[in-house]
């Protein structure tokens, strides 16, 4: 009997999740899907654009997009607004694993750095007490930018772990990121991620994405625990 790709894929996880802090996984409830919207701001820069011509479009190289800050190229960025479940992050601080890497322009982009069944560049928040979310990128659906502007617009999932005892929610979602600035630098810059019913969502793709946030939740919750030994 052949088994498809994505069924492999809901197996590798439940493997991960087996493999990690087996007394913590279990003591995390999981909960159905987030609702609602999560917005950042801050600043980002693209760089290692060969190429680009006069209208900022660079379509034979790697564009990457950096976050400013404190932890360059990671940020933070501020969390300034949120609705729904994402209400008890605002206010915290967001920052991104990796920057933002793709080939192509337009609605012809191709994002990089993509594990299959992982997922690509991903946002973490930790929440006051003891709690995270988190946002994956799967996919890019287009991207457009010169050197005064950027919209970017990806798919992929988000993750919250919050409350005693932890409850996980999880959805498919939708990543935007735009900005404003000079010479290829957007200080004015957005990064909306809203939560959405997943296209064809079948019970096997959500509690593949339920997986997948143990996995990374799993992550944040041990470099919270880790911070607030070492400053005890």
């Known amino acids: 009997m052949k088994i498809s790709k994505f069924l ?9 999740v087996a493999l990690i802090a087996p007394q913590q996984v279990e003591a995390i409830v999981i909960d159905g899907r987030i609702n609602g919207q999560i917005v950042f701001t801050g600043s ?10 006069s209208n900022g479009i660079n379509s034979n190289g790697i564009n990457e ?19 729904g479940d994402f209400i008890p992050a605002v206010g915290s601080q967001a920052n991104f694993n990796l920057p933002i890497r793709w080939t192509g322009s337009g609605s ?11 997922g690509g560049p991903h946002w973490d928040i930790p929440i006051i007490g003891d709690g995270s979310a988190t946002g994956t990128f ?13 919209t970017l617009i990806g798919m992929g999932t988000t993750q919250l772990i919050s409350g005693d005892p932890l409850v996980l929610k999880h959805s498919a979602a939708r990543i935007v990121i735009q900005g404003t600035g000079q010479d290829f630098t957007y200080n004015n810059l957005t ?12 019970g096997l793709g959500l509690l593949a994405i339920g997986l997948v946030g143990l996995v990374a939740v799993e992550g944040v919750r041990r470099k919270i625990a880790t911070r607030q030994n070492r400053y005890a």
């Not at 012809?108 to 299959?116: E, F, I, Y």
């Open 191 to 202: 990064v909306v991620t809203t939560a959405v019913i997943p296209e064809g969502g079948s």
């Open 138 to 150: 799967f996919s890019l659906k287009s991207v457009t930018f010169d050197e005064d502007s950027l």
């Open 44 to 53: 980002g820069t693209i760089t290692e654009s060969n190429g680009v011509n």
């Open 65 to 83: 997009l950096d976050f400013n800050g404190q932890f360059f190229p990671h940020g933070p960025l501020s969390v300034t607004s949120a609705t």
């Open 8 to 16: 492999w894929s809901v197996l590798v996880v439940f493997a991960a």
């Open 108 to 118: 012809s982009v191709n994002l990089l750095d993509v594990l299959p069944g992982v």
